[in-house]
């Protein structure tokens, strides 16, 4: 299983960004997958995660209205739309499946098996 972010960047504050995530190896797609950040000093944090199917998606309350998770499956990856960028944003952006774990319980880390290598969003004031 292969995990591959790409899209971040410098930006100013209030500025929009797009993350990938391409993902391979898996047995289908059948699988939810989040987004984490972690920034120096910090434990990794959920951002948002979203169903196999992109019918559910759930957001850490610092980032909802803001950022948007999508997916399409026939092009094996993963989105994240992040707009009205804030100072706080900056960190280390990584993307998860969720391949053994039982169905539920997004917002945990260690409930994710395979793991990007991430990708720095640095957001200036």
């Known amino acids: 299983v292969q995990l591959v972010e790409s899209g971040g960047g410098l930006v100013q504050a209030g500025d929009s960004l797009r993350l990938s995530c391409v993902f391979s190896g898996m047995p289908g797609s059948r699988y939810p997958m989040g987004w984490f950040r972690q920034a120096p000093g910090e434990d990794r944090q959920f951002v948002a995660a979203i169903t196999w199917s992109g019918d559910e998606t759930y957001y850490a309350d610092s980032v909802k209205g803001r950022f948007t998770v999508s997916r399409d499956n026939a092009k094996n990856t993963m989105y994240l739309q992040m707009s009205g960028l804030k100072p706080e944003d900056t960190a280390v952006y990584y993307c998860?499946?969720?391949?053994?774990?039982?169905?539920?319980?997004?917002?945990?880390?260690?409930?994710?098996?395979?793991w990007g290598q991430g990708t720095q969003v640095t957001v200036s004031s």
């Open positions: 998860a499946v969720k391949l053994f774990s039982p169905p539920g319980n997004y917002f945990h880390s260690n409930q994710y098996d395979y």
